[in-house]
């Protein structure tokens, strides 16, 4: 098994414990047969690219969040900026000063 595999396998359970939910329920969230996501955790298949992009999408994040494993919560992270994007100039350099302040602690 190569590191991307292991990646992609860890990535998939990390987000999947995140949101609280079972191997079962996100095969069947997916449309999938039961052991679809317990197939790519255990190491047995990898997700074809149509199944990877379905997950990236019941996740809510890019492909790009996907494979950035800085984020601890990239869902998190996705609905703060959605926020911030609904607020004024004003607002927003209030959040940014906020963000400097708890970065210090």
């Known amino acids: 098994m190569s590191k991307?595999?292991?990646?992609?396998?860890?990535?998939?359970?990390?987000l999947r414990l995140q949101k609280g939910i079972s191997e079962y329920q996100l095969s069947y969230d997916l449309g999938h047969s039961r052991s679809f996501i317990?197939?790519?955790?255990?190491?047995?298949?990898?997700?074809?690219?149509?199944?990877?992009?379905?997950?990236?999408?019941?996740?809510?994040?890019?492909?790009?969040?996907?494979?950035?494993?800085?984020?601890?919560?990239?869902?998190?992270?996705?609905?703060?900026?959605?926020?911030l994007r609904e607020l004024d100039d004003n607002d927003t350099l209030i959040v940014l000063n906020l963000i400097n302040r708890l970065k210090v602690k």
């Open 4 to 14: 991307y595999e292991k990646f992609v396998r860890e990535r998939i359970t990390q």
């Open 38 to 83: 317990y197939n790519i955790s255990s190491g047995k298949s990898l997700p074809p690219l149509k199944g990877f992009f379905a997950i990236c999408e019941y996740f809510d994040i890019t492909p790009t969040e996907f494979f950035d494993d800085k984020p601890f919560n990239p869902e998190l992270i996705h609905k703060a900026v959605e926020g």
